[in-house]
């Protein structure tokens, strides 16, 4: 029985479980504000199953596709020792179906739209091997958590705030991504792989980080200010600002273990703060009242 704990143990450290934090608040705040509050315990549950499952999958299915990439870089060459490919494969397909499951048990539109958002997910493991801009597609694929919140508790897209807010998740991922793959851009063209950091040089790509930042940081300002959002917000929003800044401080050293934390830290943060920030400005004001 341990040694069935020990494998489940190392395939969560494989897909980094734990780094769900990403995406997952962002699909809260898109819930509540949507709510106006706490939906039901259903719409919520199943919400979080999505997001857990989406997370899984996107991971798995990376892992697999990049099996042979990742046994060759010094950096990630471990990955192959938590499990075997089979074992990432499994996990990956069991991820879909409770995706898929649970899209089906909120409601129509999001089990008509889980497939769109699944094709990408899995897509997105194959742009590097011709594109530079698969930060890009990560950051449609994550923009897609707020989207798919926001239609789990209205059943339609009636309001431009969950866009809105997609808009800005979509910036702030494509900018951490180009910050993440700078660890990874000798061994990229190396290997003919592509990124933003390998394919235009690492001070470009650095730049258009911080502007994808700052229009990331516009877009959380105007859903704010459209949202009615209060104080609460404006200061979570304010402490995004700085995190965000000592990101590109940080990252100009380009140390790995930096750089490192700015992927696996500083960017839980970010979305954390905002959905403290959304949650505590519509309790101030309120549940169900809008």
């Known amino acids: 029985m341990k040694s069935y704990w020990v494998k489940l143990k190392n395939l969560l450290e494989l897909v980094k479980f734990s780094h769900t934090l990403f995406a997952l608040p962002f699909a809260l ?6 709510a106006w509050g706490l939906p039901s315990l259903r719409i919520l549950i199943g919400i979080l199953f999505c997001m857990i499952a989406a997370r899984t999958m996107a991971m798995a299915f990376n892992r697999y596709l990049d099996w042979e990439y990742d ?7 471990n990955r192959s020792k ?3 490919k089979r074992q990432i494969l499994i996990l990956g397909i069991i991820s879909l179906v409770i995706f898929e499951i649970s899209a089906a048990s909120l409601n129509f539109l999001c089990f008509a739209l889980s497939p769109v958002a699944a094709f990408l997910i899995v897509f997105y493991s194959f742009t590097k091997r011709f594109s530079p801009y698969s930060h890009a597609v990560l950051g449609v694929c994550l923009s897609l958590a707020p989207l798919g919140a926001w239609a789990a508790v209205k059943g339609s897209f009636a309001s431009m705030l969950p866009f809105l807010l ?13 910050i993440y793959a700078l660890q990874d851009v000798e061994f990229d063209r190396r290997f003919g792989l592509y990124s933003l950091p390998a394919q235009f040089g690492e001070d470009l790509s650095l730049k258009i980080a911080a502007l994808l930042h700052f229009l990331a940081w516009i877009g959380w300002a105007f859903f704010g200010f459209i949202g009615g959002l209060r104080w ?9 600002a700085c995190i965000l800044g000592s990101e590109h401080v940080m990252s100009r050293k380009r140390e790995q273990a930096k750089i490192e934390k700015i992927f696996f830290e500083l960017n839980a943060w970010v979305s954390v703060f905002i959905f403290i920030g959304i949650l505590l400005s519509i309790g101030i004001q309120g549940y169900g009242k809008q």
């Open 29 to 34: 705040s898109s819930m509540i504000v949507a």
């Open 71 to 77: 046994k060759q870089n010094p950096r990630t060459q």
């Open 82 to 84: 938590l499990a075997t």
């Open 166 to 178: 997609s808009l800005a998740v979509f910036f702030w991922t494509f900018g951490f991504d180009i």
């Open 232 to 240: 609460p917000y404006w200061i979570a929003l304010g402490v995004v």
